[in-house]
């Protein structure tokens, strides 16, 4: 009895070992061109220790007649779960005939036993040709050694020396440019103070110096006919300065009230006898006349005169010319700057097509 149970574990035990073992062989692809290449994996699954030797070939060994292993790699072992691992070896095949070739099953030896995938079947196709006209047909050409032709690239040069003289004819105007100071133009604002607001201003100071009860009499009637002509010059547009006291109440009584021209004459009347006939005037004759002098200009001012006034500068001509010569530098610097870029793009896409 002991020895049947011996020999049925026995027995048992090999079953187990056995069926540990699988062995499985696949093909990337069945059917490949004439030349073309594909893979063959060959993998085992055993448990963990065994001795596993799988089949090896050398570079253009066949695997079958018609069928070449062009390599084979290393074999890749990878754990599996309950004590198993595997074993992978892939193998590069190829084939120059067309035919279907049997792949006969690959043999594994495990501790000694040996073990067999499944068989493999290959197609191998050829190209197709067309038969008919063979003179469409030309052997491989070897690699060309093109000669340099100038004209294909004269024109890239003569552009590329043209960009060349144009850059440096762009840098020199824009050196001329900032050597070339610009024409400053500024529009100057000026405070205007009306003509009667300044003769006032002018009677007002000379009435708070009290020199109408001064006896420089020749003074007084000096700065107040001052006041008086340079009133007239401004409001009335001719020059009083450069007048006689008659020739201003002549030009005056144009177009003037004969009352307001009477006092006037008076008054600069009393400023020739003071100032050349050596006449000596009272006090209350000195204000009446200041009287006369406020009394003219506040009946002949203007009101709401503006109280700025726009200065332009006066450009002289070679500052004109200057301006003009500024505007075309800087059109020139601009126009020359854009055919530089342009000459560099088409350039540079020139020999980019030859090279």
């Given at each position: 009895?002991?020895?049947?149970?011996?020999?049925?574990?026995?027995?048992?035990?090999?079953?187990?070992?056995?069926?540990?073992?699988?062995?499985?062989s696949k093909i990337d692809s069945i059917q490949i061109l004439i030349g073309e290449q594909t893979g063959l994996t060959l993998s085992v699954t055993t448990g963990q220790?065994?001795?596993?030797?799988?089949?090896?070939?050398?570079?253009?060994?066949?695997?079958?007649?018609?069928?070449?292993?062009?390599?084979?790699s290393n074999a890749d072992t990878s754990k599996l779960d309950n004590g198993l691992v595997r074993i992978t070896r892939k193998y590069t095949l190829t084939s120059f005939d067309e035919n279907l070739y049997y792949i006969p099953p690959m043999k594994v030896k495990v501790d000694g036993k040996e073990y067999q995938s499944k068989s493999l079947a290959l197609k191998v196709l050829t190209v197709p040709v067309d038969t008919l006209h063979p003179e469409k047909f030309y052997p491989p050409k070897g690699v060309q050694d093109n000669p340099f032709l100038w004209s294909e690239?004269?024109?890239?040069?003569?552009?590329?020396?043209?960009?060349?003289l144009v850059c440096v004819l762009t840098y020199y105007l824009w050196t001329r440019l900032k050597e070339n100071k610009p024409v400053i133009a500024q529009v100057r604002i000026i405070?205007?103070?009306?003509?009667?607001?300044?003769?006032?201003?002018?009677?007002?100071?000379?009435?708070?110096?009290?020199?109408?009860?001064?006896?420089?009499?020749?003074?007084y009637y000096t700065l107040l006919t001052d006041v008086?002509?340079?009133?007239?010059?401004?409001?009335f547009g001719f020059n009083a300065m450069e007048m006689t006291s008659s020739e201003i109440i002549d030009r005056l009584q144009q177009d003037g009230d004969k009352k307001m021209i009477d006092e006037l004459k008076e008054l600069?009347?009393?400023?020739?006898?003071?100032?050349?006939?050596?006449?000596?005037?009272?006090?209350?004759?000195?204000?009446a006349n200041l009287v006369n002098a406020v009394e003219f200009i506040n009946t002949t001012k203007i009101e709401n005169q503006p109280t700025v006034e726009r200065v332009e500068p006066q450009l002289t001509e070679t500052d004109k010319r200057n301006m003009r010569s500024r505007?075309?530098?800087?059109?020139?610097?601009?126009?020359?700057?854009?055919?530089?870029?342009?000459?560099?793009?088409?350039?540079?896409?020139?020999?980019?097509l030859l090279m």
């Open positions: 009895m002991k020895r049947i149970i011996c020999i049925i574990s026995l027995i048992t035990c090999v079953l187990c070992a056995s069926a540990k073992v699988f062995v499985e220790g065994a001795h596993v030797t799988m089949p090896s070939f050398k570079p253009s060994e066949y695997i079958t007649p018609g069928v070449e292993v062009l390599e084979c690239w004269e024109q890239a040069f003569w552009l590329s020396v043209i960009f060349v405070k205007k103070i009306p003509p009667h607001q300044k003769a006032l201003k002018e009677i007002e100071r000379i009435k708070d110096d009290r020199m109408s009860v001064s006896e420089d009499q020749k003074a008086l002509r340079k009133y007239i010059k401004a409001r600069f009347t009393t400023a020739d006898l003071v100032k050349f006939a050596k006449y000596s005037t009272l006090i209350n004759e000195n204000d505007w075309s530098l800087k059109l020139s610097i601009i126009i020359l700057s854009v055919v530089c870029a342009a000459l560099l793009v088409y350039v540079v896409y020139q020999v980019c």
